[in-house]
């Protein structure tokens, strides 16, 4: 399945930011295009169950589904396809060529303690004991 393979490349990703971090990772933020067809709950479920055990274990995810934008080819204008009204809202024409879907991102991994922080070592490598 496409979402347990998602999942596991994440875990991995993240296990190296955590590595590098040295704190407890508490959430991951992603985005992905609309025809990525990532189900949420799935790819949830399956990181849930890969990540046992792992530095990721507990974690939550986020999941951001961007838009799938077109460019007018009447008036140049970027807009994001709505499958109700597949029409340009500058001009209203329907000629118009659909961008590149947006990728699989992971766009930020929020770990505990990293907003206040409470005299730890910020240096990369300090040990903190
Ligand atoms: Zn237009």
Redesign the pocket.
Known sequence: MHETAVAQSLVDVISQEVEKYRGKPLRAKLSCGQLNAINDEVLSFAFEAIAQGTACAGMTLEIEHKPLLAK?R??G?DFAVELSSVR?P??G?GDFELLPDAPLLLEQIEFEGTEDDEGGCRQEGAQCQ
Do not use: L
């Open positions: 007018c009447a008036c204008r340009c500058g001009c024409g």
